[in-house]
């Protein structure tokens, strides 16, 4: 195991975390994850997350490419919340709505790195009133990549009540081909997600899927209802949706790369997954790779989103302790 820093462009410092034959390479900009190489069925090494040739290309326009997501991680309706009477209004980056921490979220936000043994730690001060939320919050994002477990450990504290969920938008193709998710396979530990409305918020209800299409507890190919085009999935143009974990501390999620044989577990703490089937995706390049609708899968682990305006969601309000939290992305090949 071993951490180093292998780049330094333009603000933007690249650091490698090595494991026997793989590797993740993470950078300050945005706190987001520039690589994930790991072997294949037949030893090849893959890199299975989307992404640019170099750190400085995110600079430019991507729909958050593997980075850190924060104050808040998904929509918030209406673009605003009240803690204590007062009403806090943020900027609107959606049509009405906050997406992702806002215009300017932690993934355009470039973090303070130090190594601290297997240990890559990042610090950003995200300052009071900073995308309209309150308080001064000190953030640190810490990644370890040991055994083909990428451990990615959240902390935040504020020196006022705020709302924070953070999570990392990580887009993965176990194939590493970055061609299509429709065959991979996906298992989710839910039988439960969140309505949403024509926008795509959260309306407060929650919705049994036992035995529908939205239902992925036993494992089965992505592709086998993605583009029926009815329902919530024509809503939101495919997957889209808040899973809420029934965690037992084992795997929340896995999925399984058809071509490559490539196995992903995710353990989280967090109580929901949103599941992405890349809908958005828009023929972005990098290098010779393009990355068109529905070639990457994410599972971004997260709060109850838009729970800032559902009280009879749990809150993602934070006090004195702060948040914290670990997800897993856990890396192996089929048995
Ligand atoms: C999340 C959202 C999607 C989309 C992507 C970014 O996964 O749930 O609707 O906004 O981020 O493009």
Request: charged residues 20%; aromatic residues 12%; contains cysteine.
């Amino acid at each position: 195991m071993s951490v180093k820093l292998v780049d330094n462009c333009d603000g933007i410092e690249l650091y490698r975390l090595e494991s026997g034959n793989s590797y993740v390479e993470i950078m300050t900009y945005g706190a987001r994850i520039h690589k994930i190489c790991v072997p294949d069925k037949n030893g090849v090494i893959q890199d299975v997350v989307l992404g640019f040739e170099n750190p400085t290309e995110y600079r430019g326009p991507n729909p958050y490419f593997n980075a850190c997501i924060g104050r808040v991680a998904n929509r918030i309706g209406g673009s605003s919340f009240v803690i204590d009477g007062q009403r806090y209004i943020l900027p609107a980056n959606e049509r009405k709505n906050h997406l992702h921490g806002g215009i300017e979220g932690f993934d355009r936000k470039t973090f303070t790195a130090t190594i601290d043994g297997d240990i890559l730690r990042l610090k950003y001060l995200s300052v009071d009133g900073e995308e309209g939320y309150p308080g001064n919050l000190q953030v640190t994002v810490e990644y370890s990549f040991v055994d083909g477990n990428l451990k990615i450990a959240y902390f935040a504290y504020s020196d006022r009540p705020t709302h924070c969920s953070l999570t990392n938008h990580a887009y993965f193709n176990l194939n590493g081909d970055y061609k299509s998710i429709v065959n991979h396979r996906l298992f989710i530990k839910s039988h439960s997600i969140t309505n949403i409305d024509n926008e795509l918020i959260p309306n407060g209800e929650i919705l049994d899927i036992k035995g529908t299409k939205y239902d992925f507890s036993c494992m089965r190919v992505i592709g086998e209802h993605l583009f029926d085009n009815d329902g919530l999935l024509q809503v939101a143009g495919g997957y889209d949706f808040n899973y809420i974990l029934d965690n037992d501390g084992g795997a929340v999620a896995e999925v399984i790369g058809d071509k490559s044989g490539i196995v992903m577990r995710v353990y989280t703490d967090r109580p929901c997954v949103q599941f992405y089937s890349g809908n958005f995706l828009d023929g972005t390049v990098k290098g010779k790779a393009v990355f068109n609708r529905n070639c990457a899968i994410a599972l971004e682990t997260q709060g109850y989103p838009n729970a800032c305006n559902i009280p009879s969601f749990p809150t993602t309000l934070i006090g004195k302790d702060g948040f914290k939290s670990e997800t897993t992305y856990s890396f192996s090949i089929i048995d």
